[in-house]
C-alpha cells in the first residue's frame, strides 16, 4: 500500500519551454502533497507543500511564478516549470501524506533542459 | 529552525557486517523520525521510523535508536547484504498540520560481497 507514482520519470526539454509532472497517489487519498528537487549527490530540499483545494505553500527562495503546483484532487498533483532554464535541470521527486505524518515517496523526474 | 545532521557521509562495510548511521536534530520540538532508503536514480522508500514515545523500534535487520535527551536518532543494519548498499537518509518532523520534514545530508552505504 501507499503507492506514488509521478509522469514522466524522465523528460528532456528545450530552453524556454514549459513542463509539467505529474504525481499519483494511487491507493490513498493524500491529504498533502510535497515537491522536493535534489541534486546530484545531495538531500532532498523541499519546494513546496500543497493541500487539495488550496494555495501551496513555497519554502523560501522558491519562486512561486516559476513552479507552478496544483492539487486538483486528493490523488493528483502537478508542478510546471514554466521557461525553463538549464539551471532547472534536477531531480524531482514530490511525496504524499495522508492522515499521519508519514509521507511517502514517488519514482522521481529527472528533467534535463537543453 | 530544524536542522539535521547525518554521520558519516560514506560507510564501506563487507558482507554480514553491522552498519549503523548517526543523525542529531536540533529542534527539541521535532518528534517524528523516519529513515529512507533511496537507489540510484530512484525516489526514497520508507525504511522505519519512530516517535517520540518510543526509544527503540525494529524490523527485521533493521532498528532505530532513539534519545530524546541528547536529541539524536540512529539507523541500525545487522547482516548487511550487497542489496542494502544505496543512500540513506535520516529525517525530522513536528507534529504540524503540514507534517515538513527536514531531512539529514545522507550517508552513502557500500556492502561489498
Known amino acids: 500500500g501507499a503507492v506514488v507514482s509521478q509522469h514522466p520519470s524522465r523528460v528532456i526539454c528545450k530552453s524556454g519551454t514549459s513542463v509539467k509532472i505529474e504525481c499519483r497517489s494511487l491507493d490513498f487519498q493524500a491529504t498533502t502533497m510535497f515537491w522536493y528537487r535534489q541534486f546530484p549527490k545531495q538531500s532532498l530540499m523541499l519546494m513546496a507543500t500543497?493541500?487539495?483545494?488550496?494555495?501551496?505553500?513555497?519554502e523560501q527562495g522558491v519562486e512561486k511564478d516559476k513552479f507552478l503546483i496544483n492539487h486538483a484532487s486528493l490523488t493528483l498533483s502537478t508542478l510546471t516549470v514554466t521557461s525553463a532554464h538549464p539551471e532547472d535541470s534536477s531531480f524531482y521527486i514530490c511525496?504524499?501524506?495522508?492522515?499521519?505524518?508519514?509521507?511517502?515517496f514517488g519514482p522521481g523526474t529527472r528533467l534535463t533542459v537543453l | 529552525g530544524e536542522n539535521v545532521e547525518q554521520h558519516p557521509s560514506t560507510l564501506s562495510v563487507q558482507e554480514g557486517d553491522s552498519a549503523v548511521i548517526k543523525c542529531t536534530y536540533s529542534?527539541?520540538?521535532?518528534?517524528?523520525f523516519p529513515w529512507y532508503k533511496q537507489e540510484l536514480g530512484k525516489g526514497p522508500q520508507l525504511i522505519i521510523d519512530?516517535?517520540?514515545?518510543?526509544g527503540e523500534k525494529k524490523d527485521q535487520r533493521i532498528a532505530v535508536t532513539l534519545n530524546k535527551t541528547a536529541k539524536h536518532f540512529s539507523l541500525h543494519i545487522t547482516e548487511t547484504q550487497p542489496e542494502d548498499s544505496a543512500v540513506y537518509f535520516c529525517a525530522a518532523s513536528k507534529e504540524t498540520g503540514f507534517q515538513k520534514l527536514v531531512f539529514g545530508t545522507g550517508t552513502r552505504l557500500l556492502v561489498s560481497p
Open positions: 500543497s493541500n487539495e483545494g488550496s494555495k501551496a505553500t513555497y
Open positions: 511525496s504524499a501524506s495522508y492522515s499521519t505524518d508519514t509521507q511517502y
Open positions: 529542534d527539541s520540538a521535532s518528534n517524528y
Open positions: 519512530i516517535r517520540s514515545n518510543v
